[in-house]
């Protein structure tokens, strides 16, 4: 067993539901919590509908998508009567929860999202080059580098204060490569769906020669990759429109101490 660690309470929390307009469970998170806010019952957050015009809509956004729009460049375009309505939206949010890179903005954001795949929780914080880091604006940079982990198979606990989380042994899934259908070369329209034997195994162990496609004729396509690999995000509608069938992953297994969290009082110095 390893010792405990203690590490302090990350102060300034921001809970956002909506940056997808189709995917209402953050929605409907995020509206319980202001109205239990109002109660007075609920730690002080900061609650954020990211796309209100989508969700009125229930689609996935207006006219870009806004999780692709917290990038440096986009967060600088000059805004104008022109401009689509999720750049604008971002630079909102931005100025909201950042802005990004400055002291001021928010430690840690969590943007709640839904999946068609059968990823159950997936808690994603984005990394930076080998380092995990808290998918933040503030401190977000590209390329992206996404870690999932599977957390059907760990007790994933959220507390701004006390000690919660027990330690053990994470699986950690680190971004390879995304994998798009096969495709007719002319027409790009798709020749190919999942291979049923692929389809809801998400976080399962895909080795060279598994299939992985199945043909309109029939026909069945194996995975032809060199190493064995972990798919996830398969079959998720939403990326039809991006080119992607399924995401590779690999899989390490990460020991974590138990951690204890450091609740700082009011007017207390964060320890250097
Ligand atoms: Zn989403």
Redesign the pocket.
């Known amino acids: 067993m390893m010792e405990p660690v203690s590490l302090p309470a990350v102060p300034r929390v921001a809970l956002c539901g909506g940056?997808?307009g189709n995917?209402l469970s953050g929605v409907y998170l995020v509206r319980e919590w202001q109205r239990k806010e109002l109660e007075e019952e609920a730690e002080a957050v900061v609650t954020v509908i990211s796309n209100p015009r989508a969700i009125q809509r229930c689609s996935r956004y207006i006219e870009q998508d806004l999780?692709r729009c917290f990038t440096a460049a986009t967060l600088s375009i000059p805004i104008s009567d022109g401009t689509p309505y999720e750049i604008a939206r971002a630079q909102e949010l931005n100025a909201l929860l950042g802005p990004r890179g400055s002291d001021c903005a928010i430690d840690l954001i969590c943007d709640l999202?839904?999946t068609t795949a059968n990823m159950g929780l997936s808690p994603t914080p984005i990394a930076t080059g080998s380092a995990c880091t808290s998918t933040s604006i503030s401190r977000r940079r590209y390329p992206l580098c996404p870690v999932f982990w599977n957390g059907s198979g760990y007790s994933t606990q959220l507390s701004l204060s006390g000690i919660e989380f027990e330690g053990g042994v994470l699986e950690v899934y680190t971004f390879v490569k995304n994998i798009d259908y096969p495709r007719d070369p002319e027409t790009h329209e798709l020749t190919a769906v999942i291979h049923p034997q692929l389809q809801d195994r998400d976080f399962c162990r895909l080795c060279p020669g598994d299939p992985m496609f199945l043909s309109f004729s029939g026909e069945t396509l194996a995975y032809k990759g060199e190493e064995p690999l972990y798919p996830v995000f398969v079959n998720e509608s939403?990326y039809y429109e991006k080119g992607t069938a399924l995401t590779l992953t690999r899989m390490k297994k990460v020991e974590i101490p138990p951690l204890c969290v450091k609740r700082l009082r009011e007017g207390e110095e964060e320890e250097e």
């Open positions: 940056t997808h995917e999780n999202h839904n939403a």
